[in-house]
Structure formats: structure tokens, C-alpha cells
């Protein structure tokens, strides 16, 4: 669920927080995983999303919990963030021409659109014509991310971009971690 305080969140950029254990850099986000049934939290310029766990949670007690949570943060004046970096922009003296122009067209046309749905993509590499995104976000674990990533980034970027074939998801370290983590809290729950 996506939530508009009004003021700026980050300002620019996005953090992704997929877990609890993610969110020492934050109280805001601290102060939402405390809500029950909330599984990430992710913050991008003007806006925060938080993710349920599971179907069993309704979204109504999340939400209501949620509002109230950054409700008194921003009455607080508090920082967002204490002593993190997070995604702005993932431009490099060193990419060669494709990337270059393959972060562009995220920048400018793809990253805008899913961030208005309260998620955002992040280039992870170019190989062998292949784009490797992380969806964060809103995006993890939606239905509708494979078509996102399919009909929406891949077409757009093979249509501009010749040399790209194919656009595949990728988890990183901390996303296998988490999800090991998060499989063993459920079974150890239906013991």
C-alpha cells in the first residue's frame, strides 16, 4: 500500500527495507515493521510503501496502524535516515554506450512510471543481451511484476535499444537471505 504524506520522504532516490532487520537506519521504518502483518517498507522521493505478509492480514488495521505511524513521524521533525546511502541514480564514467543509454531510458521513462505505483527498478547489469532489474517495493512479489517487467521495460527497451534480447529479474544477497529467514520463521510458526 502507498502512502502520500505530502512532504518529501527521500527527496530523490529510493530504500528498500525487505525486512525488519534492514531498517536500523531508520526509525520511521523501525516504527513500521512493528505493525503487525507488515513484511518490507520502501521509501522512494514523495512517497513510503509498506507490504503485507501474507493474504491472513487485512489491510485496513495495516493501514490505519500505518497512517498513525507516519503521521507522528513527520510531526516529530526526526531525520528519515541516519547514516545511509540510497539508490539515486546508477549512472558511471565507466558503462559503455548500451548501459549508458539503457540507464537513461530507466531514469527518464520506466523508473517514473513504477514509482507511481509505489515501486522502483534497479539495474543490476547488461550480459550477453540480457538487462538484469531488481523490482522493489510495491513490485516485490506483485503478480503483475513479470508483466511489468515483460510487456513494459523489456519491449520499451528492445524497441530503442537493439542489442537488448531480453530482460530477467534478479534477487540479490540480502533478497536469498531474507527469503531463507523468512521460510524458516513460517515453518517454525506451523510447528
Given at each position: 500500500m502507498k502512502f502520500v504524506p505530502g512532504k518529501p520522504v527521500l527527496g530523490t532516490g529510493t530504500l528498500d527495507f525487505p525486512?525488519?532487520?534492514?531498517?536500523?537506519?531508520?526509525?520511521?521504518?523501525?516504527?513500521?515493521?512493528?505493525?503487525?502483518?507488515?513484511?518490507?517498507?520502501?521509501?522512494?522521493?514523495?512517497?513510503?510503501?509498506?507490504?503485507?505478509?501474507?493474504?491472513?492480514?487485512?489491510w485496513t488495521s495495516i493501514k490505519q496502524h500505518s497512517m498513525e505511524a507516519i503521521?507522528?513521524?513527520?510531526?516529530?521533525?526526526?531525520?528519515?535516515?541516519?547514516?545511509?546511502?540510497?539508490?539515486?541514480?546508477?549512472h558511471s564514467e565507466e558503462d559503455d554506450e548500451i548501459v549508458t543509454v539503457i540507464k537513461e531510458l530507466l531514469d527518464t521513462r520506466i523508473r517514473p512510471t513504477v514509482q507511481e505505483d509505489g515501486g522502483d527498478v534497479i539495474f543490476k547489469g547488461f550480459e550477453d543481451g540480457t538487462v538484469k532489474l531488481k523490482l522493489v517495493g510495491s513490485?516485490?512479489?506483485?503478480?503483475?511484476?513479470?508483466?511489468?517487467?515483460?510487456?513494459?521495460?523489456?519491449?520499451?527497451?528492445?524497441?530503442?535499444?537493439?542489442?537488448?534480447?531480453?530482460?530477467?529479474?534478479?534477487?540479490?544477497?540480502?533478497?536469498?537471505?531474507?527469503?531463507?529467514?523468512?521460510?524458516?520463521?513460517e515453518r517454525k510458526l506451523e510447528e
Open positions: 525486512s525488519s532487520t534492514t531498517a536500523e537506519c531508520s526509525t520511521l521504518a523501525k516504527d513500521l515493521f512493528e505493525i503487525e502483518g507488515v513484511k518490507s517498507v520502501f521509501f522512494g522521493p514523495d512517497f513510503i510503501t509498506v507490504t503485507k505478509a501474507d493474504d491472513d492480514v487485512q503521521t507522528k513521524f513527520f510531526e516529530s521533525g526526526a531525520p528519515i535516515t541516519t547514516g545511509v546511502n540510497y539508490h539515486v541514480s546508477s513490485c516485490t512479489g506483485c503478480p503483475s511484476s513479470s508483466v511489468t517487467l515483460r510487456n513494459g521495460i523489456q519491449n520499451m527497451l528492445k524497441f530503442y535499444i537493439p542489442e537488448v534480447e531480453d530482460v530477467e529479474q534478479v534477487e540479490d544477497e540480502v533478497d536469498e537471505i531474507n527469503a531463507k529467514v523468512f521460510s524458516e520463521l
